[in-house]
């Protein structure tokens, strides 16, 4: 009964590769976010997506697209991984936009060798 | 990146003990405030919240306090239990604008 599910939880890839990391949630949220954390534990906002538009886009480079095929999905795309991809990154979505709690996955660990 | 030069402050606890875990914000305009916490391996999860028209807020074990003259969150947790170990985050909400997260603070609790 995982509210905010990713896949996968560890994901281990050399430079230049191209990786995905799926989300879901079922609790019939109508926004969902990425979020990056480093090594220090510092948490950023990387896109959100509201009813299948994408709302944010932080200072986040290109070769990170957010894909949303409906409402309960966000997947996150990387092309070119670099060294500095390497974090913690975590789905979370919410009631309503910019509003009331957010609800957080378990996080993708995605280490860059 | 952002994180350059920060570090994650840690508190050390002994079990059984007050631990009061501190934040500032900087946004005035932030009408909405959340605790998080998150252990080892997992996600952050909801502690509790508080809206800018109260100045305190109970749960079970923990209390915000949030004082907007000086921009200041607290979270305290009465009867601090080895459970609580975690990095505890505080989030603003700027009105109209998304959630920041504080930089966190790790709790240790001592046995």
């Known amino acids: 009964d995982t509210a905010v599910s990713q896949t996968p939880k560890y994901l281990v890839t050399q430079m230049g590769n191209d990786k995905s990391i799926k989300c879901e949630q079922n609790l019939g949220h109508d926004t969902m976010y990425w979020y990056k954390q480093d090594s220090k534990k510092f948490l950023k906002i990387m896109f959100s997506y509201n009813n299948k538009e994408l709302i944010i886009n932080e200072t986040v480079p290109n070769r990170f697209s957010p894909k949303s095929p409906d409402k309960a999905h966000l997947n996150l795309h990387i092309n070119s991984l670099e060294l500095g991809d390497s974090a913690v990154y975590f789905c979370a979505s919410t009631v309503g936009r910019k509003s009331g709690e957010l609800f957080f996955g378990e996080g993708s660990r995605l280490t860059v060798l | 990146g952002e994180s350059v030069g920060l570090h994650l402050p840690t508190l050390s606890v002994q079990e059984g003990d007050n631990s009061i875990i501190n934040c500032a914000y900087s946004n005035s305009a932030s009408d909405y405030f959340i605790w998080y916490k998150q252990e080892s391996g997992k996600g952050p999860q909801f502690i509790i919240d508080?809206?800018?028209?109260?100045d305190k807020r109970q749960g079970q074990r923990v209390t915000v306090l949030l004082n907007k003259t000086v921009k200041h969150l607290s979270l305290q947790i009465a009867a601090t239990q080895p459970g609580d170990s975690a990095v505890y985050f505080c989030a603003e909400v700027p009105y109209g604008q998304n959630f920041v997260f504080g930089p966190g603070t790790r709790l240790s609790v001592l046995p």
């Open positions: 508080i809206r800018s028209n109260m």
